[in-house]
């Protein structure tokens, strides 16, 4: 659904992706990892289009969209979830989940979607006439993500799913996103909470200094984790 291929990309002439290449597919969640500043939200950005990448090629369903406009992205059906609860403070949360229409090509589909995300974070109809504003800041990433569901993207890129969350409402996020996931569509995860992540997830991939560490089945990360972690111990000192 998704191929990125020797991606470069940074601000300014400051590179901070340096040739990456990864592949999302229809009805899995690619876990993507990494220490503060290893480039992983730019790498997001990059490939939804909001920092122009110097060099390699991002393709959707085969088609080539590197550089494409967000918003062109988003009616093509690629879709980012920033962190920090990006949502429309000032409007109603009925209001911010009907936004996701306007990516949307069958908009009559809109009443059962919302349905949907009522059912699986009651917590949204509750406060249905409330503002934004108003919610925590748990609620408004939940908001967030129930309006790229409304969307129906074929490629969900969610940047930090657990920024500003409180701990016990990440578990239920992450099998919202699952359950996405097995419906047909290809999600991408950055996340630093790798523990609590990875059981959610079906492969991953650990970015350092720009550049990918290691790529596994994320049944195999602790694992392998362990191993690069040695590696890198034995090389330091080897002086």
Not at 126 to 149: H, K, N, P, V, Y
Not at 215 to 220: F, G, L, N, R, V
């Amino acid at each position: 659904m998704l191929e990125v291929d020797s991606l470069t990309a940074g601000y300014g002439d400051i590179p901070v992706v340096r040739g990456i290449t990864l592949a999302a597919k229809a009805g899995e969640i690619l876990l993507i990892g990494g220490e503060n500043g290893a480039g992983k939200s730019t790498l997001l950005r990059a490939i939804a289009g909001f920092n122009r990448p110097s060099g390699g090629r991002v393709l959707l369903e085969g088609r080539d969209v590197t550089g494409m406009a967000p918003e062109r992205l988003a009616q093509a059906g690629l879709r980012l979830v920033l962190d920090n609860h990006r949502v429309f403070p000032e409007l109603t949360v009925f209001d911010n989940l009907r936004m996701g229409v306007a990516a949307r090509a069958d908009r009559s589909g809109f009443g059962r979607s919302l349905e949907e995300i009522y059912a699986v974070f009651p917590i949204l109809k509750e406060r249905t006439s409330q503002r934004a504003r108003d919610l925590s800041g748990g609620q408004q990433q939940i908001l967030a993500l129930g309006q790229a569901f409304i969307a129906q993207p074929k490629v969900l890129l969610c940047d930090e799913p657990s920024m500003g969350v409180a701990q016990m409402l990440l578990p239920p996020i992450l099998a919202f996103l699952r359950n996405w996931a097995r419906s047909g569509t290809a999600v991408v995860i950055v996340e630093q909470h790798l523990t609590i992540t990875r059981p959610y997830t079906d492969r991953a991939m650990i970015v350092r200094r720009g550049e990918v560490a290691l790529s596994c089945p994320s049944a195999e990360l602790d694992a392998r984790l362990a191993e690069l972690h040695e590696a890198r111990t034995q090389a330091y000192a080897r002086g």
